[in-house]
């Protein structure tokens, strides 16, 4: 197909079934790293522009300002840089170095907040309100507010919803999502929810991440998560999530860091996190009797922004991430599953 502009090319990303063996549940995984900003941000950044345009407070060579730990922020680049918008993203230390290698790549302006944050705090606040200021100082620009702003969920909704559905003929069981913002699950599963009800909805939030309960406490993964200082943003709809679960950042960097090395499948931090626990929940599926089932994870960016990080050993042995229980975890599931070599899984299509 041809298309005539960058943001034509956002969604509609493939889902990918990871070849697990002795179950009958199959795990597909939405990857979103085929988006031209490499996550699944991409599509909410080019409904709130385009929600803004609409409502008419975002006027032709506008500003637009922004809080973001990467992702979100490199969607509204592509966006701003393809109409005419001058943006800026506000970030903190916790941001990849990659992302804002990219951001600025695209022509965003970066500022950084100030203070006395520790490594693994997320400065979620700090940033939101320095966004808010910036804009409030910059006549005729708009602030996102990606938390509280309807057309994040609503740019899912419309989108990848209706893709998982067309995708899978509506077989879906189970789906699987980080909660951040909670745009991107929730938009989805309220999609599929409409017309399959009982689906059921799993939210997976780092452990220090509050939208489940919980203490607050630090966590490295980013773009994910409400730290204790945050308040829960309007977009996670618990109405459509059915359980909330939490994961360590030593499983989920340890996942992604296991899928590129034996699978040939880069994704971020966070995706790991997601994939870690969909696995776990069909090993607890089997162990209870259910045999077979469909689920789907959403996993909301690649692995290639994290090189300097999770994909780093001497990063990751710095922080202590790489935990041996955490492996000893990991050979377990793949013990119970373990992911069909292509050699092996073109020996069963031929036997």
Known sequence: MIF?????LIGNTPLLRLPLRKTQWQLL???EKFNPGLSMKDRMALNMIDQAEKSGILKPGGKIFESSSGNTGTGLAIVSAERGYKFTAIVDHHAAKDKIRVMKAYGADIV???GDFA???????ARERLAKQLSLKCPGSVCMQQADNPANADGYYKTMGKEIVSATNGSIDMLVGAVGTGGSLSGTARYVKERYPFTKVIGVEPVGSIAFGGEPAPYFQSGTGTPGSVEVGKNVDYEVIDVGLKVSDSQAFNTARFLARNNGLMVGGCAGG???KALEIIQKQKESGVESGVMVAIVGDGGEKYLDTVFNDEWMMSKGLLAETVEEELKEIVDNFHFAKESERQLCLTS
């Open 29 to 31: 995984l939405k990857l």
């Open 274 to 276: 997601i994939i870690y």
């Open 4 to 8: 005539d502009k960058v943001t034509d």
């Open 119 to 125: 490594e693994d705090e997320v400065a979620t606040c």
């Open 112 to 114: 950084y907040v100030e």
